[in-house]
Every structure is written in structure tokens, then in C-alpha cells.
């Protein structure tokens, strides 16, 4: 039997071009997650391979969509040949049903973590770089900016309520409080 097993990293993702995929495959039995390649933690995966039985297949439609280190897809790929249950990834082209397939796997498999490990570095280079110039180093702009404490604080001087300086400064009432935190007290 082949079972696909298809995985999105956040809930606003689609998985349906893996499901097209791994149906057009000829998978019989689909299991899915929605959870980040590193957690551990992915029910429907342990689903899955609890479901293969020997002579069966677990299909997928990208190596990365299963695992994130070369430990862990390894452990994977042989924790599924003891019990003779072989692997597929479509899009990567291997089947470790045969010899080259399995030599393929692992050199995949060390290649997409070398990527992973490559953007890493990239991004913390650019976080860096944008910190020694003076940025943020990343993440949102933030919502209070001066101005908009020091009006803050000038209209609660005034007497208006938190409610309506944060309507007014378009932010959340929360955001409002975080950066006025002695009007916390005041009435809305």
C-alpha cells in the first residue's frame, strides 16, 4: 500500500499541491500535519507510521516536509527499512525500495540540512548587519513610536481616557498600556 504523508509548517499554509501530489501517486491513505519540521511532536506522521505495515510504502511529496536533520530523516528512513517499509519522495525522485535510491536519500538528506544551516547563517549575518547600522535587527516596526508615547502621555495629562488614546494612536489598548504602563490604573 502506499500512504502519503503531507505536512504544512503553519496553519495558513495549504497542503492541497501535496495532496494532489501524493493522490495522483496512487497513495490509498493520507495522513497531514500542520506543524513546523522541527517539532517532534507531529501526530499524523506517528499516525502514519504506526498505519505501514510491512511491504508498504510511505510516500512524500518533498524530503523537507519530513524532517529537518539528516538524524532524524536517517533514523527515520531506518527505523522503516527494519520493519520493510520503504520511502518515496516525489518531488526529490528516490524510492529507497532500491540500492541507488537509498544512496540518493542520504545524500539528500545531508544536502538539505547543509541549506537549512546556510540560510541560518545568512539570516543572523543580516539581523547583525542591520543592528551595527543602527536597525532593529529584524522583527515589526514598532507600534509607539516616540511621538506617539509623548502624545500618550500628554493626553492622559489632559484627561482622556486609555480607550480613546489608544483608538486614537491606532493601537491596541494592550500595546497602549505596555508603553504607558501607569495609566493601567485609569478608567476606560
Not at 542520504?106 to 543572523?124: F, N, W
Not at 491596541?172 to 490604573?185: E, K, N, Q
Request: charge should be positive; aromatic fraction near 4%; charged fraction near 25%.
Amino acid at each position: 500500500m502506499l500512504i502519503g504523508y503531507a505536512r504544512v509548517s503553519t496553519t495558513d499554509q495549504d497542503l492541497s499541491l501535496q495532496l494532489d501530489a501524493l493522490a495522483k501517486a496512487g497513495c490509498e491513505r493520507l495522513f497531514t500535519d500542520k506543524a513546523s519540521g522541527v517539532k517532534v511532536d507531529r501526530p499524523s506522521l506517528a499516525e502514519a507510521l504506526h498505519f505501514a505495515r510491512a511491504g508498504d510504502t510511505l510516500v512524500i511529496w518533498k524530503l523537507d516536509r519530513l524532517g529537518r536533520s539528516i538524524r532524524g530523516l536517517i533514523e527515520l528512513a531506518a527505523g522503516l527499512s527494519a520493519r520493510n517499509v520503504d520511502f518515496r519522495s516525489l518531488t526529490d525522485g528516490f524510492d529507497t525500495a532500491t540500492p541507488s535510491g537509498r544512496l540518493l536519500f542520504h545524500i539528500l538528506a545531508s544536502v538539505a540540512e547543509m541549506e537549512r544551516e546556510l540560510v541560518k547563517e545568512r539570516t543572523i549575518a543580516g539581523l547583525a548587519a542591520a543592528r551595527a547600522k543602527g536597525g532593529t535587527g529584524g522583527g515589526r516596526k514598532a507600534a509607539m513610536t516616540p511621538d506617539k508615547i509623548d502624545t500618550a502621555r500628554k493626553l492622559l495629562a489632559a484627561g482622556d481616557k486609555p480607550t480613546k488614546i489608544a483608538k486614537l494612536l491606532q493601537v491596541g489598548l494592550s500595546t497602549f498600556y505596555r508603553h504607558c504602563p501607569a495609566s493601567a490604573g485609569l478608567p476606560d
